[in-house]
C-alpha cells in the first residue's frame, strides 16, 4: 500500500474517532464509543504502516496536522461551532506547515 494513502486513510479513521468522540457524551453512548475505539483503533494500525516507510516527523506532522484542520471542519459544518478570523489565520498557518513538511522540505520522500 502506497504510504501517503495509509496515511490518508489513518487521518480519515481519526477523524471519525474524533467525531464519534464527541457524540459519545463522556462515552455515555455505547454506538459513538465503539466509534471512538475503532476509529482510533484502525488510525494508530494505519499510521504503523506508514512508518515502515516514511519519516516519524513528516507522519506524526501530518497526521496531526491535518486531524487539526479536519475536526476544525467538522466543528463548523457538524456541530455548528464558529471560526473566528485568528481561528481562520491558525488553520492556514497549520496547512502551510505541512506543505513546507511534505513538499519544501528535504525531509519528505519525494
Do not use: Q
Request: glycine share 14%; with cysteine; net charge negative.
Amino acid at each position: 500500500m502506497n504510504p501517503y494513502v495509509a496515511l490518508g486513510a489513518a487521518i480519515c479513521s481519526e477523524l471519525v474517532g474524533t467525531t464519534a468522540l464527541k457524540l459519545s457524551e463522556g462515552f455515555s453512548r455505547p454506538l459513538p464509543s465503539l466509534g471512538v475505539v475503532v476509529g482510533y483503533g484502525f488510525a494508530f494500525y494505519l499510521v504503523s504502516l506508514t512508518l515502515e516507510d516514511l519519516p516519524i516527523g513528516l507522519v506524526y506532522g501530518t497526521w496531526a496536522a491535518l486531524g487539526i484542520v479536519g475536526v476544525a471542519a467538522i466543528g463548523v459544518v457538524v456541530f455548528g461551532e464558529r471560526l473566528d478570523a485568528p481561528g481562520v489565520a491558525g488553520i492556514a498557518l497549520v496547512v502551510a506547515g505541512v506543505y513546507l513538511l511534505n513538499v519544501v522540505s528535504d525531509v519528505s520522500a519525494h
